[in-house]
């Protein structure tokens, strides 16, 4: 799905298709070299970061090993609150791996820093993070983020494997909703 697609539910267009896909080969770029010889595992946060998974994995000029869990976060309305639920578990044991989290956003940060605690606490030998958005002023609590796509201001945005009530994941690029979507 094109913007050109979404009538008047969009409001902007904040980064094109392009634009991910360029960022994503720069970081992807970093990644290889930082992980070369040590035994990487990308770990797949369910949904919103698949196409982020697709695209990424495959800016590396080798086999990469991924895993995938499914969490639920329960808050009041649409705030995440940091209480998390595991709704399906990683399939590999990541003891001793280098485990690499691919996100698409990080908002208040509480999800992530739930699941970063959780992952530490099985033995990796290493763990860090890579998202393709994040929003600076709506962080809660601090995340040590080593490879972020960009940061971006904090609007909601959808597109790009992000969702508003599950619509919208398939846009190809990333943009903000006009609001009477919202109402
Ligand atoms: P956090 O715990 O960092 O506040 O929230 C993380 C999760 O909330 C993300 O993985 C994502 O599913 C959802 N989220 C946060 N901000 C946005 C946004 O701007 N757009 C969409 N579609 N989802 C968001
Ligand atoms: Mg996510
Ligand atoms: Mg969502």
Known sequence: MDASHMGQDLEKVLYTEQQIQDRLAELGEQIWKDYEGKDLLLVGVLKGAILVMADLMRTFPGSVPMDWMAISSYGSGTKSSGVVRILMDLREDITNKHVLIVEDIIDSGLTLNWIRSNLLSRGPASLEICTLLRKPD??????????????????????????????????????????????
């Not at 983020?145 to 990333?174: A, M, Q, S, T």
Request: proline share 4%; with cysteine.
């Open 138 to 183: 709506a962080a809660k609590v601090e995340i040590d983020c080593k490879y972020v796509g960009f940061d971006i201001p904090n609007e909601f945005v959808v597109g790009y494997g992000l969702d508003f009530d599950e619509k919208y994941r398939n846009l190809r690029d990333v943009g903000t909703l006009a609001p009477h979507v919202y109402s």
